[in-house]
């Protein structure tokens, strides 16, 4: 009786993972992502929900301040200078052949943790796919950045959505409500996508 139980279960579960559809590429995928205040974070844990993989958040050697101001100044010399920060997170990418890209849009640029991340990390002939939260000024120039830090890449549709204001005190502002809305957008855009990073 347990065993037919179990077996019922496994078979159920089998099927959910098929209509999930990227259950022969799972291994081969990694979500990383540059997170501060948790929106990004919750995009990828919603990738993560749908097409499985692996989810690492990318950590620095050297972590920035929680001080606002001083993050953003920090940020702005960094951009300036061209200075990439030194990453704690070293990522074997042999095993991967899909990259869910994430990070928010830092000094309406690509965060320079992530600029680290491509320059560091040989991704060529990786299907990458950038994601983005902001505080509702849109991506900048970040994604554009991507395609230029990695130009032997296969760079498809990415997702962006309005996060956090942390400027104004909002930070984790992709929950509730508006986390059921971002859902239904996100799924949607993995849909369309589903097609270009399953290779059978
Ligand atoms: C240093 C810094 C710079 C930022 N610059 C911008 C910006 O130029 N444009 C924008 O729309 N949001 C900007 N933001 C807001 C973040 O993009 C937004 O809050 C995002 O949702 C944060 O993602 P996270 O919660 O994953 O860290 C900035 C935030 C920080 C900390």
Same mark, same amino acid.
């Given at each position: 009786?347990?065993?037919?139980?179990?077996?019922?279960?496994?078979? $159920?579960?089998?099927?959910?993972?098929?209509?999930?559809?990227?259950?022969?590429?799972?291994?081969?995928?990694?979500?990383?992502? $540059?997170?501060?205040?948790?929106?990004?974070?919750?995009?990828? /844990?919603?990738?993560?929900?749908?097409?499985?993989?692996?989810?690492?958040?990318?950590?620095?050697?050297?972590?920035?301040?929680?001080?606002?101001?001083?993050?953003?100044?920090?940020?702005? /010399?960094?951009?300036? *200078?061209?200075?990439?920060?030194?990453?704690? *997170?070293?990522?074997?990418?042999?095993?991967?052949d899909t990259v869910?890209?994430?990070?928010? *849009?830092?000094?309406?640029?690509?965060?320079?943790?992530?600029?680290?991340?491509?320059?560091?990390?040989?991704l060529k002939d990786k299907t990458v796919i950038?994601?983005? *939260?902001?505080?509702?000024?849109?991506?900048?120039?970040?994604?554009?950045?991507? /395609?230029? $830090?990695c130009s032997d890449c296969n760079i498809l549709?990415?997702?962006?959505?309005?996060?956090?204001?942390?400027?104004?005190?909002?930070?984790?502002?992709?929950?509730?409500?508006?986390?059921?809305?971002?859902?239904?957008?996100?799924? /949607?855009?993995?849909?369309? $996508?589903?097609?270009l990073t399953?290779?059978?």
């Open positions: 009786m347990i065993i037919s139980r179990l077996l019922f279960i496994i078979f $159920l579960v089998s099927g959910w993972c098929s209509a999930q559809g990227y259950e022969n590429k799972a291994d081969n995928i990694l979500i990383v992502y $540059l997170s501060r205040t948790n929106n990004t974070k919750v995009l990828a /844990e919603m990738i993560h929900e749908n097409v499985g993989g692996n989810l690492v958040a990318l950590e620095l050697k050297n972590p920035y301040p929680q001080n606002y101001k001083s993050i953003v100044a920090q940020v702005a /010399e960094e951009n300036r *200078t061209g200075f990439l920060p030194p990453l704690k *997170t070293q990522i074997n990418m042999d095993k991967y869910f890209l994430g990070f928010p *849009t830092w000094g309406m640029q690509l965060p320079p943790p992530i600029k680290s991340f491509l320059t560091r990390h040989d950038p994601f983005n *939260t902001n505080a509702g000024y849109g991506i900048g120039s970040s994604f554009r950045t991507v /395609e230029s $830090l549709e990415g997702f962006s959505v309005t996060g956090g204001i942390e400027r104004d005190g909002i930070y984790l502002a992709i929950k509730g409500n508006r986390k059921v809305e971002v859902k239904e957008l996100l799924v /949607e855009w993995l849909e369309k $996508l589903k097609p399953i290779k059978n």
